[in-house]
């Protein structure tokens, strides 16, 4: 008896790679496989482009959440002084900092003087948030002390003040120049308190990469800023920053208890972790809406296979007839469909990878020829489109797209082995 054949044996993938090379008087077949191809292939490239970018938003957004701010903040309870005033300050903060920075996994810790100004400097004015802090603390900030974006001289910060790009752009004022700072909390005095008004040099300006940081934020030597703010001896916050950010809510605990009895802990996940987890949620619908454009795409398969196999009815009996079994008509039309479905995810891939590596070129030829002014990061809060390609969006893509057209290959491909080679032949 003899041996039925091995299944996807030459023959099949022979025949199968004829019935794709359609010849002209079938072009309706060509058209469609064709279609179904770009198809594919545009909805893969979708699909990886759009991942790219929101996983490189995401990366971008924790970059410059951790590097210019505190992983873990502790404040301090409210107490009552001697005269009854509510005060919310650490008077202890040298012991509390050196408590703190004994812990396991913690790098560095910072007290900050804190205070909202306004700053004026060339007949203009902005609104800014001050930051004291101490030179050598603020040279380790990574966002802040970062020479390639940075004007002036950090080392000089003692003799003045670090202002951001967004507030020095606001104001008119470069690296030299002298920026007054204006606090209605000033010198008390028997007639009431009277507004501080002092200027100070521009000794450093800086681009953090984030526009609602750059543009207001100031930061002055931490003594200078006591002075200021009527801070003498104390500090308003501690600043703490992890080997390890994402462990910032398991660091808690053993924070606060350093920190003291009445410490309040504040982390970069609480701070930011609403719109860490909207941009979850837009991920995951992004991928659903762009599973539903694979999914259109990949029933074009369909429709080709359907055309396919009515064009082929005449060659399917021929072939029942010589002995070709039902298995083997399934595997040719499955190996028509997957093979389109095939070619698709790797032109897929390879376009929306090819977008993501040079998407800083692409942008910038979009922003030439609309103009300019296609990225605001007012709004958008960064300055420039990011991309990120992970491995697992580009496998994930993949596997739903070659899923997809293997799945809806197999209906038409069942409808062909199951076709009557005696109805197929009876009007030829």
Request: proline share 5%; with cysteine; glycine share 10%.
């Amino acid at each position: 008896m003899p041996r039925s054949p091995a299944p996807f044996a030459p023959f099949e993938w022979m025949i199968a790679w004829r019935y794709l090379r359609a010849k002209r008087a079938e072009g309706g077949v060509s058209v469609m496989t064709w279609i179904s191809l770009v198809g594919i292939t545009l909805a893969v490239f979708a699909l990886i482009a759009t991942l790219a970018v929101r996983s490189g938003f995401r990366a971008e957004f924790v970059d410059t959440i951790l590097g210019a701010n505190a992983h873990v903040t502790v404040y301090p309870a409210a107490r009552v002084d001697e005269f009854g005033r509510s005060l919310r300050t650490i008077p202890d903060y040298a012991e509390m900092a050196a408590r703190v920075a004994a812990l396991p996994g913690v790098t560095r810790t910072t007290p900050l003087v804190k205070g909202q100004v306004m700053a004026s400097g060339q007949g203009r004015n902005a609104g800014v948030e001050v930051f004291g802090i101490d030179a050598a603390d603020l040279a380790k900030i990574p966002r802040v002390a970062d020479p390639e974006t940075g004007r002036g001289d950090i080392a000089r910060f003692s003799e003045g003040i670090a202002i951001g790009s967004g507030v020095a752009l606001e104001l008119g004022v470069g690296v030299g120049d002298r920026v007054k700072l204006i606090s209605p909390d000033g010198v008390k005095t028997a007639f009431g308190t009277s507004p501080r008004v002092k200027s100070y040099d521009v000794t450093y300006i800086f681009s953090a990469g984030r526009y609602d940081i750059d543009r207001v934020r100031v930061y002055m030597p931490f003594e200078e800023a006591q002075l200021y703010f009527n801070r003498e001896g104390v500090a308003d916050e501690l600043e703490v920053i992890l080997a390890e950010p994402e462990q910032a809510e398991a660091m808690a605990g053993p924070i606060q208890a350093a920190a003291g009895a009445g410490a309040l802990i504040w982390t970069w996940k609480d701070a930011s972790g609403g719109f860490l987890r909207a941009l979850e949620v837009e991920d995951n619908v992004m991928f659903v809406i762009l599973s539903v454009l694979v999914l259109i795409a990949a029933m074009n398969i369909v429709s080709g296979l359907i055309m396919l196999v009515k064009n082929k009815g005449r060659d399917i009996g021929i072939l029942r007839t010589m002995g070709l079994t039902e298995g083997s008509v399934l595997r040719v039309f499955f190996i028509c469909g997957a093979f389109t479905g095939i070619i698709g995810t790797v032109a897929g891939v390879i376009l929306g990878c090819l977008f993501a590596i040079y998407i800083d070129p692409i942008f910038a030829a979009v922003n030439a020829l609309s103009g300019g002014g296609v990225w605001d990061p007012s709004i958008r809060g960064i300055y420039y489109l990011p991309a990120e390609l992970k491995l697992g969006d580009v496998l994930s893509a993949v596997a739903l797209s070659l899923g997809l057209s293997f799945v809806v290959t197999i209906f038409p491909a069942r409808r062909a082995a199951r076709m009557n080679p005696v109805e197929a032949l009876r009007y030829e």
